[in-house]
């Protein structure tokens, strides 16, 4: 007994000491943390663009049923006429000397702006065209009727946020560009996939040929959509969160099948194929995979660390002895995607009358790959967890595993950088962050022109009322978000020939 109490006590002993030491480090690390860099960038001569004249061209864009079902179905005339619309919304983009247009594949769209200065690499800013489709039942508006809130400051449409947003903000970056007479030193292209929500096969993938076959093998960077400025990402933390995708999970599509005897309803066997189908999802969605606290998750949370409210502040700055526990919490939410394999079964088939034994059944299961896991270690484990030769489990084509990290360095990769610090421009108070993408992008297509690939959407979702919009119900935007994209771009085109990124050819590591 006096041994237990001893141990017992030499063990608070040492949790108090713990937690001493953690305390005091947390307000060193606090007193003596270093200004936040001030963007190299806050020229604000560059001028700034409302979105009034904006407005009505993105309003008319959501208006296009431009939704792809499956790879090669998608809705061509109304593609076709949004291309269209595009091209006659933009005169001067399009009447200019220094502007190149091609429609690739039909319906995608490939804008070439020339740079005075050849010898700088060309960046590639993407976004697509189509639209996931609209459970309409499920939508308080029409789901293509851009209605607006009273006060016009809301739009509601399908592709408000993914992904029309980013296709207008770049053109009306570009336009304001032109109208102000400025000719950029760095190239650029604007690369409008129109297939991107199934895979991207016919739009970017064409892009990409089409670049290549122009000799165009190297691109200083790309940008795509992406992760956006988040906020109430974490509660208690006073900034919102900018985070900037410099890889993105892989996405592996399985189908699950179960075959088995037909027969009459009334002599029906111990479980149906729905049955034993169930269960076996029933036990891969009991069973997620394992939480991963990777390196860039470790430096995220240290990132924000230190502007969490006590005692959050102390737990995730000491990672050294926290780290389970972050993890854990890590593991809630919608950040839960960011530390694991996700496992979404997304479709389910079976039954033909309810007095017939239905023979089959088919399940989807679609799992976001953690950039740490490969295919094979996925496909391995869910046999494992589900343990029944009955259920056949085959990989569906299209499936891919992470892509490769981009440099990320804010001091010594420029291209990071730029996109950081164009982002504090138009939003001077958030934390930025690189992350892994949760989901993905036509970025896939152009890997092999840059290792510079990014994937971030410059507008600010609130994380509880705004991200299941997307793909979701009532998807909309505001009219401020269309605002500051439009800037964001706007602001990229210009820092993206300011001296303070000199190109890689003759690159520096400067000190900010
Ligand atoms: C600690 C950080 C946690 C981050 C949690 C995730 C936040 C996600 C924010 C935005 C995601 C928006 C995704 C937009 C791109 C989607 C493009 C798309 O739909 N591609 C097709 C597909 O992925 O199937
Ligand atoms: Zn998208
Ligand atoms: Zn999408």
Known sequence: MRKALKFVCALLSLLIALLVVSCIRTFLLTVSRSAAPTPCHRNESQGYITSEDAW????????FRTVSNAPHVYN?????????????????????????RDIINEYSLLISVSGKNRSLTPYLLAAHLDVVPVVQEEWTHDGFGAEEEDDGSMVYARGAIDDKSNVIAQLEALSFLISKGIQPQRGFFLAFGHDEEVGGHDGAARIAEELWKRGIHDLDFVLDEGLTVLKDLFQGLPNNIAGIGVTEKGSLHLNLSVHSEGGHSSMPPKQTSIGILSAALAKLEANQHDIIFDEMTHNFVESISLDMPFPLNVVTSNLWLFKPLVARALAKGVSESMVRTTTAVTMFQGGLKPNVIPPTAWAVI?????????????????RAVVNDKRVTITPLPGSYNAHPVSPHHPKKDRPYRLIRDTLLQIYPNVVTAPLPLVANTDTKHYLSFSKHVFRHNPIVLDVKTELHRIHGRDERLSKANLESAINFYYHLMMNADSDEHPDKSHSHSSEL
């Open 56 to 63: 009505p061209r993105f309003k008319k864009a959501l208006q």
């Open 76 to 100: 061509r005339k109304d593609l076709q006429e949004f291309v269209t619309f595009l091209l006659q919304s933009y005169p001067q983009v399009f009447q200019s000397p220094h502007v190149r």
């Open 366 to 382: 679609n799992h976001r790959i953690h950039p740490k896991q490969t295919i094979a270690e996925i496909i391995d484990r869910n």
